[in-house]
Nanobody, 118 residues
Framework: QVQLVESGGASVQAGGSLRLSCKVSPSIWLVRCMAWFHQAPGKEREEVARIDLDGRTTYTDSVQGRFTASKNSRQNFMSLQMIKLQPEDSGMYYC????????????WGQGTQVNVST
């Protein structure tokens, strides 16, 4: 069983930056792909960044060029560097991981809260 624990959420002003982390236990090598999801208040959860087994990343259009996902296989965590934050980036951010082919997300963290004010 894989456990994911997010951290790094905070309140920032628009234009600011944050770095979210997702600690993977017992090992990041147990998963094939990982992703960050964003859930704004009153809206559905949506995937914003994905990183595969080989470290290749994909992003949704709204965060392309502002968010960067990366992983540290030695220390078992994934990060999401966020810059130029906007109020619409506010909400819960969840880390997800999949161990099966096809990048199906079986494991989820509890989320970390990001608030971006004007």
């Amino acid at each position: 069983q894989v456990q994911l624990v997010e951290s790094g959420g905070a309140s920032v002003q628009a234009g600011g930056s944050l770095r979210l982390s997702c600690k993977v236990s017992p090992s990041i090598w147990l998963v094939r792909c990982m992703a960050w999801f964003h859930q704004a208040p009153g809206k559905e959860r949506e995937e914003v960044a994905r990183i595969d087994l080989d470290g290749r990343t994909t992003y949704t259009d709204s965060v392309q060029g502002r968010f960067t996902a990366s992983k540290n296989s030695r220390q078992n965590f994934m990060s999401l560097q966020m810059i130029k934050l906007q109020p619409e980036d506010s909400g819960m951010y969840y880390c997800a991981a999949g161990a099966r082919a096809g990048c199906l997300f079986d494991f989820w963290g509890q989320g970390t809260q990001v608030n971006v004010s004007t």
